[in-house]
């Protein structure tokens, strides 16, 4: 079985953003980027299925712009085999929404035929946590979201999700899109043999047109503003004062 | 302009906070009818009808939207989608699970943890882990949209909407469920509760995190950690609270041992009065505080849970 994994170059996960003054977006000039911390996860999984034999191929495959080749490879030096690049814009501030996104992995899926496609279950970008429910909608295949635990048997595979009330296990059929969660595994380290080695593995290039999909976006976006920030708040010296104070504050 | 809106249903009872929530986002859009999906439906139906600003109710009863799977769940939507230009839901995992799909089959974008509404169109949402707010217009005919119940007044109750059956969409029978692990919690919902108190790695055990749990209880509050909390075993991971744990917006939020990273503060910082007792002055958390208290937890909760109330 093939496994694809989408990965995602987002602005690094301990950087505080900015915001732009005119409103127009988030500053990402010279912002350090990174792999998405959910699709490194994803990743991961991928090569544990390899590992355990149930898995022959990792294809890795991005949307976005040219520099999320080094996205892919910090994937391959994970221990993905090849790679697929959508250069799909010129511009980094051009987030492609999921539905495009979605759109153009549909054409990859089809291309592909791989067994089982794990995303992230979030970019921590725009936050949406829909991408793969996407996928599989435009599949017509199975889902599970924001997996911790995943065992495939046969045609099947049991997942535990975790959802609001504590963990839910359930079975989909296969081909099917699992999106992963924090806690389904600790992602390793590439190695600098690996990361040299990553460099010689296949990446190809591509465009939305190979697909057939127009990048266009729905949603128009009209501002991007700073949250409202909290007025600046006091320090106490002792466990009395803090009561005196929640008291005062009717909070207690 | 009528609005679809799918109530948050477990075992068979209504979520009456997260829905009425929702309901006060949705009927901003237009005329409110509740869809009330499940294997047993029909009391949370009865349940959502009361809710102010419900003008109809519709009732799936089938055993193929137990436990609410995507698959057949997404279907019975799309079926019905065709009276409605608005389709939300409250942004709880069962719904983006669901709506997602929900749109892909509409061939539209899903607008995701919505803040606010602006107009029919035009909604606001938080990105970057809730360091910024995008606002954005749909140009899609139909509108799907989760709602970040955190940031809703709670609908009144009092209503009497009509109630009617419908029948399921076909099951596309591409999944199945197995079992539930439910937390078992006799304390206030976290998502709804008033208050709530959070414990952090500097609790250092999961015995020592029943400090955590007694200061809570002395509270009425609901019990929350961060993930390092949750990662080293102190607590379930159903007690998240952050960016991909759950948003919270108590009157009182008490941060116990908790440095107050990037993700923390996405699901936390609306609310009202936020306490922070960590013995590193530095911690972050103590930037968005409005009581801090540097202090070992230690002698500080006990004597906390000696002098409140």
């Known amino acids: 079985m093939k496994v694809l994994v989408p990965v995602k170059r987002v602005i690094d996960y301990n950087v505080k953003v ?107 970008d725009n936050d949406m946590n829909a991408t793969g429910q996407m996928l599989a909608a435009l599949m017509g295949w199975s889902q599970a979201t924001f997996a911790s635990e995943v065992a495939i048997e046969g045609d ?17 059929t296969m081909p099917t899109v699992v999106t992963v969660d924090l806690r ?25 047109g190979d697909y057939g999909v127009e990048v266009a976006n729905r949603l128009e976006i009209l501002k991007t503003e700073e949250p409202a920030e909290r007025a600046a708040g006091i320090k106490v010296g002792s466990v009395d004062e803090l009561v005196e104070k929640l008291k005062e504050a009717g909070a207690v | 302009m009528a609005v679809l809106l799918i109530a948050e249903i477990t075992d068979g009872e209504l979520a009456m906070d997260a829905t009425a929530k929702a309901v006060t986002a949705a009927k901003q859009l237009g005329d409110v009818t509740v869809l009330a999906a499940g294997a047993t439906a029909a009391a949370a139906g009865e349940a959502a009808s009361k809710i102010d600003g419900v003008s109809k109710v519709l009732v799936a009863e089938d055993v193929t939207l137990g436990h609410r799977l995507a698959e057949p769940t997404a279907a019975l939507i799309v079926s019905l989608a065709g009276d409605y230009e608005h389709i939300v839901a409250p942004a709880t995992t069962d719904a983006k699970n669901v709506l997602p799909r929900v749109a892909a089959l509409l061939d539209v974008m899903v607008i995701s943890d919505a803040s606010g509404v602006v107009d029919g169109n035009t909604f606001e949402r938080p990105i ?17 949209v989760t709602f970040r119940t955190s940031t809703f007044d709670t609908a009144g109750e009092g209503g009497s909407a009509p109630v009617e059956s419908i029948s399921a969409a076909d099951n596309p029978g591409l999944s199945e ?29 999961e015995d020592d995190f029943r400090l955590i749990e007694k200061l809570a209880d002395k509270l009425g509050a609901a019990v929350g950690a961060s993930r390092a909390a949750v990662d080293s075993g102190y607590a379930p991971n159903d007690w998240q609270i952050g960016q991909t744990g759950k948003v919270v917006a108590p009157d009182l939020y008490i941060a116990v041992g908790i440095s107050g990273a990037i993700q923390h503060l996405a699901g936390m910082k609306d609310s009202k009065i936020i306490v922070a007792i960590n013995k590193d002055e530095e911690a972050p958390i103590f930037q968005v505080a409005d009581f801090g208290l540097v202090a070992d937890l230690f002698d500080a909760v006990p004597e906390l849970v000696e002098k409140i109330g």
């Open chain 2, 128 to 144: 970057y882990a809730g360091n910024a707010v995008q606002t954005v217009k749909s140009t899609d005919a139909k509108k799907v």
């Open chain 1, 18 to 124: 900015r915001v732009k003054a005119d409103g127009s977006g988030v500053d990402l000039a010279n912002v350090k980027m990174s792999m998405n911390p959910f699709d490194e996860i994803s990743v991961e999984q991928a090569i544990r299925l390899k590992e355990a034999g149930q898995a022959d191929e990792v294809v890795v495959v991005s949307i976005g712009v040219k520099q999320s080749q080094e996205t892919l490879r910090t994937a391959l030096a994970m221990g993905a085999d090849r790679a697929i690049l959508v250069v799909a814009t010129d511009d980094v501030h051009n987030d492609i929404e999921p539905l495009t996104v979605a759109k153009i992995l549909k054409g990859i899926v089809d291309e592909e035929q791989p067994g089982l496609v794990l995303c992230g279950k979030q970019a921590i």
């Open chain 1, 184 to 208: 389904l595994n600790e992602p390793r380290y590439a190695s600098l043999p690996n990361i040299m080695k990553a460099k010689k593995k296949p990446l190809d290039e591509k465009t939305p």
């Open chain 2, 177 to 205: 469920w197995v079992e539930d692990k439910v937390a078992e919690s006799d304390r206030p919902e976290l998502t709804s509760a008033g208050v709530v108190v959070s414990g952090g790695r500097g609790v250092g055990s």
């Open chain 1, 156 to 172: 099947k595979a049991k997942v535990t999700r975790e959802v609001d009330g504590g963990l839910q296990t359930i079975e989909v």
